[in-house]
């Protein structure tokens, strides 16, 4: 009941602006009838759903007054107020003239809101219809995000097709992948000289799926290491890392018959402290000088340190990463780097595993759908904007759409 | 004198040094050099003759040692603190749009400051972190303060007192908990930043005191990203602002832009072009930038003309390298 | 004591630097100064400013917090060995519940966003585009494209495929020459930084 009479004093207003305005307006009516300045409200008020949100908002549109020129208008400001449950009326924002649409926000979907948008003048407002009590809603589903879960299903499903397949036991087609020989010949190369190596799986826990990819390749080469009886050490900068490896290593020693060379101090927890990790590491290395490093996993500052530090011992350092802006100094320092994705490619084409190879495969279909997206899109657009085809611009409508994520 | 002497003997004369310059300062009479223009200039001439003279040497084959190099670097970054010099400074797009990005914003504004990085990274990112405060409280932005890295929270509470004995700002009686609030720092990298996107409280129930959230009447009523104007990131690696990218901008359309190590600058790039960050400061250079931006002399500008000159000194050594290598001496020396 | 602290930090600035001419003891002593310090603050700050502060503090009555302390005293009965294998399952869930979450920033962030951007036509947006941005836009989509190819692990690198990505190879090497300048700068600044500890705020010998 209550709104019901805010409403009509709002109504009212339309010849009398609000009382703020009106002393204002009386003062000024006092000197000259024609300083009143009478604009039209904004019609067609309309507070609708906003959609795929938690219930918090609700839209506002409406269109504007028939006073509110660019030349010449009447209009100086438009106020949204907000009446709460049928209560009181309260302004909630103040938007520009030519406004003809605003997000009311942080409501709850436990309680209905009505607006009334007014026409601000010199003289004072001039308000519209109320509009009529709505709540917001929760929706479940934000389908202005289903072409993200289309395209996800759709590589999701090919690595799931991929993996499924090399279970089967169907031969999965990966590129050879400079530098994994590499691998051998480094542990080779350090029994030979009676000399140890020293793996570092980079500095991230075992949420980063480098620090795997850097496990799964310690598995491999914890296994030439048990046939060769070098020596092994890595220290970690995680504990969770720390198990992991041992466990890695365990397993390989295990699987290739030597489990009594097994210890766990060939593991080592140093601190999670990125450069208190870097300057023990460096301390290692030129202590015990291995004749192989190893820094597979994901590296930031520390890389150049230690990748310089190895280079000057004289060891051969194999690297991998998927930071890019780690890359340069592996490149620059170490004798073969696997660049990016060709750490998670190695790792697949090393343990032969079934879902690390669907996953990879999977993956590759993803790249290819990106591909081909880019090469219609470019050509599409250069198209377009080179000779103002209209179904071209069209095509690069489209495509932006399915890309845009927001 | 065999080897070990002589670096005892070395040891100590830095010592005796030292000693007498800390005793100067605490004395009251060193109050610092600074070397005369026509110094400057002859200092500089003098390096860059001797670095052509180790081109020379290279060429006739006669590698230097790595220890040169390292002794370059260091002159390189030293002489400059004493020099009558001055670099100017030109501003990149990328800073100009953060700027734009917070001057647009009105008083009282809630900005946003998630401090990710360490000591270890501070002299690129502290002075950013000082101007940045120093601009929001100068224009009475509201400024609440979290950190992803354990030791983040503390850098910014050391940049907000160094910022609060400012004249200015002093003035101004800043009330913390009112104008600026530190919510310390919580575990859990990005899914903290996505908790705070449905529920900001529940990541920090208290600030790095111990005070309750609701105590706070800053932060009372900031339920999540929507009740934040503008969201700001110094990191120094992860979690960091490719994090916030993904979480924040993507997911809670947070406003937001970021100072980064000059390492991690790159990678943080391709999202200004795609319009996800406002803007970025990359690196000294870029607290540099924005200093002369927010019309202040902070340590980003003072150590400019450090870091030009040891770009040279690198570029020079780059070039000595290259035609090492093409002799053939490569893993001989260098 | 103010004395005390800042010769402490020149000492141990100066222990670090000692490395650059070898390896040596006030190396290694600064050295495990350093590790032992900074282990001791992480453990420090997770328990004042987590388990103590965020979560006994102020843990009020939200069940979740609860549930994560759970998963967080479950990781701890590794210390039991007989039951070690419980802490399995938190780190499950993290394992888990980081994939799923990855999954969906990395993919929308990184690889929507950005193929959306990729779009764009080679020529520049109009009449007005420059040379500039008329090289900007062919080196981003050429640059994309290669590279893409370069990690495409399902074809061997051979014709025209293999020049494709000895094309993205090379914008690769480029990217890596652009980032190495930047990290260059980035390590100057942290010289600069130390340096001007030493100089400036120890010895007091800057102006």
């Known amino acids: 009941m209550s709104f019901h009479i805010a409403f009509l004093l709002l109504s009212v207003s339309l010849i009398v602006p609000s009382p703020s305005a009106q002393d204002e307006v009386a003062d000024s009516v006092a000197v000259s009838d024609s300083a009143l300045v009478v604009a039209a409200p904004p019609t067609s008020v309309i507070a609708s759903e906003h959609e795929y949100d938690d219930g918090e908002a609700l839209d506002l549109s409406w269109v504007p007054s028939i006073d509110d020129q660019l030349v010449g208008g009447l209009v100086i400001a438009y106020r949204v107020y907000r009446s709460t449950n049928g209560g009181e009326l309260e302004m909630i924002e103040e938007l520009i003239p030519g406004a003809n649409q605003f997000t009311s926000g942080e409501l709850s979907s436990d309680s209905s809101y009505s607006y009334v948008v007014a026409a601000v003048t010199t003289s004072g407002e001039f308000a519209s219809n109320a509009t009529a009590p709505l709540s917001p809603e929760t929706e479940w589903l934000n389908y202005e995000k289903k072409w993200l879960f289309l395209i996800g299903l759709l590589i999701a499903g090919a690595v799931m097709y991929f993996i499924e397949t090399a279970r089967k036991g169907k031969k999965l087609f990966v590129r050879k992948i400079a530098g994994l020989e590499a691998i051998d010949d480094a542990v080779g190369r350090a029994t030979e000289m009676g000399r140890s190596i020293l793996f570092i799986p980079g500095i991230q826990d075992m949420d980063d799926v480098q620090t795997l990819a850097g496990l799964t390749i310690l598995g491999r080469i914890a296994g030439t290491i048990a046939e060769y009886d070098t020596k092994l050490f890595m220290p970690v900068s995680r504990s969770l890392v720390m198990t992991a490896a041992r466990e890695t290593i365990k397993a390989s020693f295990q699987t290739a018959g030597r489990p009594d060379k097994y210890s766990d101090d060939m593991v080592s927890y140093v601190t999670d402290e990125q450069f208190g990790y870097v300057a023990h590491v460096d301390g290692i290395m030129v202590r015990e000088k291995p004749a192989t490093v190893f820094l597979l996993g994901a590296f930031f500052a520390e890389s150049l340190i230690l990748a310089e530090t190895g280079n000057s011992i004289g060891a051969i350092q194999i690297a991998g990463t998927a930071r890019p802006a780690q890359l340069p100094f592996f490149i620059a320092a170490c004798d073969f780097t696997l660049i990016g994705e060709e750490l998670f490619a190695a790792s697949a084409y090393l343990s032969n595993e079934p879902r690390a190879l669907g996953s990879l495969k999977g993956q590759d279909v993803g790249k290819a759908l990106a591909m081909i997206v880019i090469v219609i899109g470019v050509l599409a657009a250069t198209i377009a904007s080179a000779w103002q085809v209209e179904s071209m611009q069209s095509i690069v409508d489209t495509l932006n759409s399915v890309f845009s994520t927001n | ?334 | 004591m103010e004395h005390f602290a800042i010769w402490v930090a020149a000492f141990l600035t100066m222990g670090i630097i000692s490395f650059l001419y070898k390896d040596n003891a006030w190396y290694k002593l600064s050295e495990a100064i350093f590790v032992g310090i900074s282990a001791g603050y992480w453990f420090v700050t997770l328990f004042w400013d987590n388990i103590y502060g965020k979560f006994w503090v102020g843990r009020g009555d939200d069940a979740m917090l609860y549930i994560g302390a759970f998963l967080g005293l479950l990781m701890l009965m590794r210390l039991v060995p007989k039951v070690g294998w419980i802490s399995r399952w938190p780190l499950a869930f993290i394992v888990g519940a980081t994939a799923g979450f990855y999954l969906i920033n990395y993919f929308s962030s990184n690889v929507m966003r950005q193929v959306e951007d990729t779009i764009m036509p080679l020529l520049g947006t109009d009449y007005s585009a420059t040379t500039y941005d008329m090289i900007g836009n062919i080196v981003i989509a050429v640059g994309t494209f290669s590279g893409l190819v370069y990690f495409f692990f399902s074809k061997e690198h051979k014709g025209v495929f293999g020049g494709t990505a000895k094309v993205g190879i090379f914008f690769l090497m480029i990217t890596f020459g652009a980032s190495f300048g930047y990290t260059v700068m980035s390590r100057m600044s942290l010289l600069i930084g130390r340096l001007d500890f030493l100089f400036g705020d120890w010895l007091g010998m800057i102006k």
């Open chain 2, 1 to 334: 004198m065999n080897a070990r002497m002589k670096e005892i003997l070395v040891v100590a004369v830095l010592t005796v040094f030292c000693a007498i310059m800390y005793w100067g300062k605490v004395d009251g009479w060193m109050t610092g050099f600074q070397f005369s223009f026509g110094l400057s200039m002859t200092v500089v001439i003098l390096i860059a003759v001797s670095l052509l003279v180790i081109l020379y040497l290279t060429l006739r084959g006669k590698l230097i040692g790595r220890r040169v190099v390292f002794l370059y670097v260091g002159i390189s970054v030293t002489l400059p603190f004493f020099m009558s010099l001055s670099q100017e400074i030109k501003i990149s797009p990328e800073v100009q749009t953060l700027y734009e990005g917070i001057a647009e914003l009105p008083p009282g504004s809630v900005v946003l400051t998630a401090f990710d990085y360490d000591p270890p990274s501070a002299p690129e990112l502290q002075p950013m972190a000082e101007s940045f405060f120093r601009y929001c409280f100068n224009n009475d932005l509201k400024v609440v303060v979290i950190g992803l890295w354990p030791q983040g929270p503390q850098q910014a509470n050391i940049a907000i007192e160094k910022i609060l004995l400012d004249e200015a700002i002093a003035a101004k009686n800043l009330q913390y908990g009112i104008d600026y609030v530190n919510l310390g720092f919580q575990t859990g990298n990005e899914f903290v930043i996505q908790r705070m996107g449905s529920d900001f409280k529940s990541m920090f129930p208290t600030d790095y005191t111990g005070t309750p959230y609701n105590d706070l009447p800053l932060v009372r009523n900031i339920k999540n990203f929507s009740n934040i104007d503008y969201g700001f990131n110094l990191s120094a690696g992860y979690p960091g602002t490719v994090e916030w990218v993904q979480v924040a901008v993507d997911r809670y359309g947070l406003k937001m832009g970021a100072g980064n190590t000059a390492v991690q600058a790159p990678q943080c790039y391709p999202y200004i072009r795609s319009g996800q960050l406002v803007g970025i400061l990359g690196g000294m250079n870029g607290a540099a930038e924005f200093e002369l931006m927010t019309g202040t002399v902070g340590k980003g500008t003072k150590f400019m003309l450090s870091q030009s000159f040891a770009h040279m000194i690198v570029i020079a050594f780059i070039i000595i390298g290259n035609v090492a290598y093409f002799r053939g001496g490569r893993k001989q020396k260098l």
